[in-house]
T-cell receptor
Framework: QQKVQQSPESLIVPEGGMASLNCTSS?????YFWWYRQHSGKSPKMLM?????GEKEEGRFTVHLNKASLHTSLHIRDSQPSDSALYLC????????????FGKGTKLSVKS | NSKVIQTPRYLVKGQGQKAKMRCIPE?????VFWYQQNKNNEFKFLIN????????QIDMTEKRFSAECPSNSPCSLEIQSSEAGDSALYLC??????????FGAGTRLSVL
């Protein structure tokens, strides 16, 4: 059973600050990672995915991946109160329609 | 707004009662997933389908839980004899390919 470790469990950053979230998988067959975001009382929505080693940037969001260490991180610059949400990491392995195993998430609060 | 439709939004049952929830996947999406999200925000994969066929399911699902995705009808998840520990948010998600999951709003089950 794959384990997905996310840290920190919760994070408070000031508006305009940088938020850094981490995720590590125990499954050496992981081929890519997904990040989902779930606002309070809402369903999760896909935020970003990363397939290759290195970095991927989309607007204020940057994802890093190190496949050797099975570690990914999500960085949010210029954090906004609307970024306050539960951020879920989901490593993928086992075929295109295999289940995703979600981590417990990092609860981000952006304080104005 | 999500194109995955889940009904009902809220479901209240007594212990031992049946609980049934439905999901209409996004049009054209052949893969459907059911997840349970508990009060600690932890996700548990229950079952997934490709068209009408079960791809993967967990042991728990094989006992009190049953699910189906009949052709031209909503998918459904049913708990035969509800237990207090089943109280959770049940999320249905559909996927076209490569595991971008599109979640419905969920059915929040309370077992009294």
């Amino acid at each position: 059973q794959q384990k997905v470790q996310q840290s920190p469990e919760s994070l408070i950053v000031p508006e305009g600050g940088m938020a850094s979230l981490n995720c590590t998988s125990s499954d050496r067959n992981v081929d890519y990672f997904w990040w989902y975001r779930q606002h309070s009382g809402k369903s999760p929505k896909m935020l970003m995915s990363i397939f290759s080693n290195g970095e991927k940037e989309e607007g204020r969001f940057t994802v890093h991946l190190n496949k050797a260490s099975l570690h990914t991180s999500l960085h949010i610059r210029d954090s906004q109160p609307s970024d306050s949400a539960l951020y879920l990491c989901a490593p993928h392995s086992g075929g295109s329609n295999a289940k995703l195993t979600f981590g417990k998430g990092t609860k981000l609060s952006v304080k104005s | 707004n999500s194109k995955v439709i889940q009904t009902p939004r809220y479901l209240v049952k007594g212990q031992g009662q049946k609980a049934k929830m439905r999901c209409i996947p996004e049009k054209g999406h052949p893969v459907v997933f059911w997840y349970q999200q508990n009060k600690n925000n932890e996700f548990k994969f229950l079952i997934n389908f490709q068209n009408q066929e079960v791809l993967q399911q967990i042991d728990m699902t094989e006992k009190r839980f049953s699910a189906e995705c009949p052709s031209n009808s909503p998918c459904s998840l049913e708990i035969q004899s509800s237990e207090a520990g089943d109280s959770a948010l049940y999320l249905c998600a559909s996927s076209l390919l490569v595991n971008t999951l599109y979640f419905g709003a969920g059915t929040r089950l309370s077992v009294l």
